[in-house]
Nanobody, 116 residues
């Protein structure tokens, strides 16, 4: 059974930093994409950042220059370093992985709250 366990969310003041981590277990396949999505109250879940197995990264414009995604393939773990946080970054952040045959798996979500 594939499990994605997120950690690192919390409450931080504007301008502060948080680091999210997502450890994947129970897989018997190679992971293609690893990424982070977020969902604010009343809004849809949107992509924040993703990284391919070869390390190619993509970010939504609103976080470019502030967030950094990275992954450790040996540990099946993906990270999201979030700096210069803004109140509009407040959301539940979800870890996502996609296998090479296109199957998506999701974590349970971790709350990030940025106070002004």
């Amino acid at each position: 059974q594939v499990q994605l366990v997120e950690s690192g969310g919390g409450l931080v003041q504007a301008g502060g930093s948080l680091r999210l981590a997502c450890e994947v277990s129970g897989i018997k396949f190679s992971i293609n994409f690893m990424g982070w999505y977020r969902q604010a109250p009343g809004k849809q879940r949107d992509l924040v950042a993703l990284i391919t197995r070869l390390g190619i990264k993509n970010y939504v414009d609103s976080v470019k220059g502030r967030f950094t995604i990275s992954r450790d393939n040996a540990k099946n773990t993906v990270y999201l370093q979030m700096n210069s946080l803004k109140p509009e970054d407040t959301a539940v952040y979800y870890c996502n992985i996609r296998s090479y045959d296109g199957v998506d798996y999701w974590g349970q979500g971790t709350q990030v709250t940025v106070s002004s």
